[in-house]
């Protein structure tokens, strides 16, 4: 097919709109006004090869270039002399819309173009399009309807609630928007934005904007506007939040709140960036039955009423900054622990059984009733008339409130007898517990001593020539039984801690005071624990404790009976008489009197000692979650 030439054998020219009215495919035409070669094709009038190419000088990170002319819709190729593959490109038409978009090096405009704005550059660097025109280019438009894109910051740190930042870049539209994206922390708007100019906005950090986020991306866009993704020019990081107030309470709290005691616990965090405003608020969870949390003060406070009980609350510390930091306290209603002494128990109580000094400890608060009872009297010596010796005090409180501490435990121990012919039973020694004491059990009076009954928890039996009994303290014992001087000498008995000991009378010395019976339940609790206890089991099978040592004679043909039910030593025959024993000696642990003896010479002129004394504690089961 031959080519058709125009009429005028020349290329018609002029402006858009005296274009041929009818052209055929293929014809050309001069477009003085676009500046290019047209030729007509099936898809209407296009820029002949190489009249739509042009390139741009990059001078920095924003590029912004007016065209003299308009540049024709379509797929352009952009090559770049840096290799640089990281820039945003924008085109826009004449009326300022956006005319395409591309952050690849295939860039196609959906309408004819005459400015572009290209983001992310490298100065120095030149993008070509067909390396045709190459144009001046400027670092400043007014143009603001293309990427925003971000050259500083100040500060980079924003600790507290209303701190502001400055942002210098360009590209800032009027209604640009500011977000910040964090670690677990979607996009949240600043809390205000205000646009000093195209160049600079002053904005204000979101309130809840908590430094476990950190470190956060501030990021600028023009709403309606592509946003720059060939480049990161838009968006600055790091930025932080501030430091998040430090706790200084344990997340473990099980040393503060027991059973049936009132206790409390103030909460502490501090704020590490030095004010000292720190407040608190409930977050979740909920706190051991009897508590209660007072977020105005910090406080948890209250009686707790279920033993054991172990609950998660979680509080939130927030500093002046509004920074904030969460913890879960795991909160413990606890039991007591209490160890030390030998564990006995009947199904209310737990008792601890002291039969030697020792240590009882307690790891919290506890309400515990206390038995004391003090080592006894020891018997005379034989010579004439004879006092048993008197029964160890015994000394009972109720409801006493042991706080976390060791206590310790003194268990007193048993007078000796007399210790050869008419001598004095020596005094059995306290037991203590805390501040509270049982008195040790006065010995038996000795005749070559010339001594009545001694002084005690319960009075020694009278004996020698002094015929006077000793006393007892009032509430832990009874004082001694008298004796007789004259013969047949028959001696007073100890004292015990139920009664008064007997009274010596013609042929028969007196018998030891009866223990008491006010505790049976207790020494059938522990019963049991005492089964090492030589005699234990016999001694307090009527549920008596601390009876006293009966007396002796010289002379008396029947000698005194030891308390059988309180443990009482009994005192011996006169000598020569029919079956003369030696005197017997107070119980181990059960605060008895010893007997006293009879006879001045031989293997029997010694009195016999008392029993050492014990100490029990006794607290309920459901104090300490049994």
């Not at 379509?74 to 840096?82: A, E, N, P, Q, R």
């Not at 002129?605 to 050492?612: C, L, Q």
Request: hydrophobic content about 30%; proline content about 3%; some cysteine.
């Amino acid at each position: 097919m031959a080519i058709r030439k125009s009429s005028s054998s020349g290329t018609p020219f002029g402006d858009t709109a005296g274009r041929p009215s009818s052209p055929s495919v293929g014809q050309t035409y001069y477009n003085g006004q676009l500046g290019y070669l047209e030729i007509y094709t099936v898809s209407g009038w296009i820029p002949a090869t190489g009249a739509n190419d042009f390139s741009l000088n990059i001078t920095g990170l924003n590029t912004t270039v007016t065209f003299s002319q308009t540049y024709s819709s379509g797929s352009y190729s952009i090559v770049s002399f840096l290799n640089d593959a990281s820039v945003d490109v924008y085109a826009y038409a004449t009326d300022g819309s956006l005319a395409g978009y591309s952050n690849t090096k295939a860039f196609t405009a959906t309408q004819r173009f005459n400015k572009m704005v290209i983001l992310g550059g490298s100065a120095g660097d030149v993008l070509q399009f067909s390396y045709k025109t190459t144009y001046a280019t400027s670092t400043s438009t007014t143009d603001v309807t293309a990427g925003p894109y971000i050259t500083s910051i100040t500060p980079s740190g924003v600790p507290n609630q209303n701190d502001t930042i400055t942002i210098t870049g360009g590209n800032f539209a009027s209604d640009v928007a500011v977000t910040f994206t964090g670690t677990a922390y979607s996009a949240t708007a600043a809390k205000s934005v205000v646009r000093s100019s195209s160049t600079s906005l002053l904005i204000t950090r979101p309130d809840s904007l908590p430094p476990s986020g950190s470190p956060y991306t501030i990021t600028v866009s023009n709403p309606g506007v592509t946003s720059p993704t060939g480049s990161s020019v838009h968006q600055y990081s790091p930025i932080t939040a501030g430091a998040v107030p430090i706790w200084q309470t344990s997340s473990t709290i099980n040393s503060t709140f027991y059973l049936n005691n009132s206790g409390s616990i103030t909460l502490s965090a501090t704020d590490a960036d030095g004010s000292s405003n720190v407040t608190y608020s409930y977050i979740s969870g909920t706190l051991p039955t009897g508590l209660s949390f007072n977020a105005a003060t910090g406080v948890i406070s209250g009686t707790g009423t279920v033993g054991g009980q172990s609950t998660t609350y979680t509080v939130r510390a927030t500093d002046s900054g509004g920074n904030t930091a969460d913890r879960a306290f795991t909160v413990t209603n606890s039991y007591a622990v209490v160890t030390g002494g030998t564990l006995s128990s009947d199904s209310t109580y737990y008792y601890r059984t002291f039969i030697a000094t020792s240590n009882l400890s307690i790891t919290a608060p506890v309400n515990a009733d206390v038995l004391v009872i003090a080592g006894g009297g020891g018997g005379a010596g034989g010579n004439g008339s004879s006092g048993g010796g008197g029964a160890g005090g015994v000394f009972y409180a109720t409801s006493q409130a042991l706080t976390a501490t060791s206590y310790p435990v003194v268990v007193g121990a048993a007078g000796a007898g007399g210790n050869g012919q008419g001598k004095t039973g020596s005094n059995g020694t306290n037991s203590t517990f805390n501040s509270l004491s049982a008195i040790g059990g006065g010995g038996g009076g000795g005749w070559n001593d010339n001594n009545g009954g001694q002084n005690g928890g319960s009075g020694g039996g009278a004996g020698g020539v002094a015929n006077t009994a000793g006393s007892g303290v009032s509430g832990q014992g009874y004082a001694g039984g008298l004796g007789n001087s004259a013969n047949p000498y028959p001696g007073g008995g100890g004292g015990g801690s139920g009664a008064v000991g007997g009274t010596g009378s013609g042929n028969q010395s007196g018998n030891g005071g009866d223990g008491t019976i006010s505790y049976s339940s207790w020494i059938t609790a522990i019963s049991s624990s005492m089964s090492g206890v030589s005699g234990w089991s016999t001694a307090t099978s009527a549920g008596r404790i601390a009876g006293g040592g009966a007396g002796g004679s010289e002379i008396a043909t029947t000698g005194g009976q030891g308390s059988g039910g309180g443990a009482g030593g009994g005192g011996n025959r006169g000598a020569g008489q029919s079956g003369s024993y030696g005197p017997t000696a107070g119980i181990t642990n059960t605060g008895s009197g010893g007997g006293a003896a009879g006879m001045y010479t031989g293997t029997y002129i010694y009195g016999a000692s008392g029993g050492s004394g014990l100490c029990i504690i006794r607290y309920t089961k459901a104090s300490v979650g049994g």
